[in-house]
């Protein structure tokens, strides 16, 4: 335990309290809209820490929090035979990013990231919606998760292009939801992997990162009673403007 609590110690109150109150928001945005978790926690931790320190934050809730989310739903089997593909390019791509950017790649890759959310969000919005042709998922799918893995692996966000890809798929509210815990497992495996392989993911970080499980357990259930209590299309616009929001963080914060 005391390995546990040095971290916070070390650290302080203050900073200890916006760690806490971060995992809070960031669960409860994660079970309303089924992601956030990261790029909430990445936006606001980077604001007192470096970002490998808050990637390494991330481990344990991010991993538990999708490991729950792509649980509930009853479409796992069908979901891991459709995206497999791009589930390995993404462990394949964040471990080739880890080698080459590195999670400290600079602010240009946040900025970046915010701005392809806001586009994609917007278009969300008023588009008609994108809609992938079949012929086109067996080469766009590994190229997708290619990529994915290595902004997962610049910024630590999960985010693009594998929630524009996951969209385009037609999946109903519940195979999204879990579709994104699917995705968001690997991507945050394979993080913590590359994080361990630059020296950053030691004892210390992994109990911090631990302790950080039940803030956002608590979070994530406050956002999941909130989304069985809201219509698809309301759910629909709460996933836009969500990932507009954290787009629109990461464009001005970086």
Known sequence: ??????FYQNIGPALSLLVVLTFLLAGAVKGLIGLGLPTIAMGLLGLAMSPAQAAALLIVPS??????????????????????????????GTLLGSA???????????????????????????????RLAPGREPWLAPLCGLVTGVVTAATGVFVIPAVPYLQSLGLNR???????????TVSTLALAVGL?????????????????????LVGMLAGQ?????????????????????LGGHLLISG
Do not use: E
């Not at 361990?196 to 956002?216: D, W």
């Not at 009673?225 to 709460?238: A, D």
């Open 63 to 92: 991993t538990l929090t999708n490991l729950w989310q792509l649980a509930s739903g009853g479409h796992l089997r069908r979901l891991l035979a459709r995206l497999w593909p791009m589930l390995a390019m993404i462990f394949v």
């Open 174 to 184: 519940d195979q999204m939801v879990q579709a994104l815990g699917l995705s968001f």
């Open 196 to 216: 361990a392989g630059q020296h950053v993911l030691g004892g210390q970080a992994l109990g911090a990162s631990l302790l950080m499980l039940a803030p956002a």
């Open 225 to 245: 009673w909130l989304r069985q209590r809201i219509s698809t299309p309301l759910f629909k616009r709460c996933f836009f403007i969500g990932l507009a929001a």
């Open 1 to 6: 335990m005391n390995t546990l609590l040095a």
């Open 100 to 130: 080459w950017l590195g999670i400290n790649s600079g602010p240009w890759a946040a900025h970046a990231l915010g701005a392809a959310l806001m586009v994609y969000a917007l278009y969300g919005l008023v588009g008609p919606g994108l």
